[in-house]
């Protein structure tokens, strides 16, 4: 059986779902309650004596300083204005392609000697950061970053010049011996 809410009209139709009155939708409507699960219920326990959830037995502290306000930063571009919680990140995009170039010179310049355009690469921009953070602190960093892809690149180079003077003299040593 169903049971419109509105009206209060009982079906017996279980296929109808709307009531035929007040198009209210019907609901299961049973003439009997069903079997509540009853369960025991869960045992009380009494405790012995209250808590204490702030004793006054606890040594006495000595009042701690306020923190340390926080200093309000300008936001660029718009004066006047200050939010304490920004923060300015200043432009690092040259130091951190530097160090990007040398480190891949040093990784993966050994492939088909891609390391000979990555090298200089580094060692341009590394050069051009530094110039820049010095003309203008204030406005630019990543220092480390610069000089980073500056001993990256230097690495690479001096290595493949080891590398080319060792078999070169292997070469001439090798033709001299031949000789004889």
């Not at 009531?19 to 025991?40: H, K, N, R």
């Not at 606890?58 to 340390?68: I, L, N």
């Not at 690469?121 to 953070?133: C, M």
């Amino acid at each position: 059986m169903k049971q419109c809410l509105r009206c209060q009209r009982t079906y017996s139709d279980d296929a109808l779902n709307f009531c035929l009155e007040d198009g209210e939708m019907l609901t299961a409507y049973f003439q009997e309650p069903p079997p509540q699960f009853t369960a025991d219920p869960p045992p009380t326990v009494m405790m012995n004596e209250a808590r204490i959830t702030n004793p006054g037995s606890w040594p006495a502290q000595p009042p701690s300083s306020p923190p340390a306000p926080w200093q309000a930063q300008q936001v660029q571009g718009q004066p006047g204005v200050h939010a304490p919680f920004a923060i300015s990140t200043p432009n690092q995009t040259l130091a951190i392609t530097s160090l990007g170039l040398g480190i891949a010179s040093v990784t993966i310049g050994w492939c088909c000697s891609t390391g000979l355009l990555l090298s200089p690469a580094a060692l341009i921009t590394g050069f051009i950061a530094l110039s820049q953070i010095k003309k203008n602190p204030s406005s630019f960093s990543g220092r480390g970053l610069a000089i980073g892809g500056i001993v990256t690149g230097t690495v690479y180079l001096s290595v493949l010049v080891l590398i080319i003077v060792i078999y070169g003299i292997a070469i001439i040593g090798g033709g001299l011996g031949s000789i004889h």
